[in-house]
């Protein structure tokens, strides 16, 4: 049973091409990645920053309310 040289290469290009069009998809992934973490990233800054608005008008309300005598 011989092997079949231009088989094989042939074989070994068809995979090099594969492996190519995978490589390719991955950076497509990795960047598709890349912008759902700057989303999430963007996303915690601004709850964040809306908790500490919320911390701030409690506590100003807080002083305000003690003040009031009850009726």
């Given at each position: 049973?011989?092997?079949?040289?231009?088989?094989?290469?042939?074989?070994?290009?068809?995979?090099?091409?594969?492996?190519?069009?995978?490589?390719?998809?991955?950076?497509?992934?990795?960047?598709?990645?890349?912008?759902?973490?700057?989303?999430?990233?963007?996303?915690?800054?601004?709850?964040?920053?809306?908790?500490?608005l919320i911390e701030?008008?409690?506590?100003?309300?807080?002083?305000?309310?003690?003040?009031?005598?009850?009726?």
């Amino acid at each position: 049973m011989a092997i079949d040289l231009k088989k094989l290469k042939e074989e070994r290009d068809t995979l090099k091409d594969q492996l190519r069009k995978l490589e390719v998809q991955q950076r497509e992934i990795e960047a598709k990645l890349k912008g759902f973490r700057q989303q999430e990233i963007r996303s915690k800054r601004e709850i964040e920053a809306l908790t500490t608005l919320i911390e701030l008008a409690e506590n100003k309300a807080e002083p305000a309310e003690a003040a009031t005598p009850p009726a």
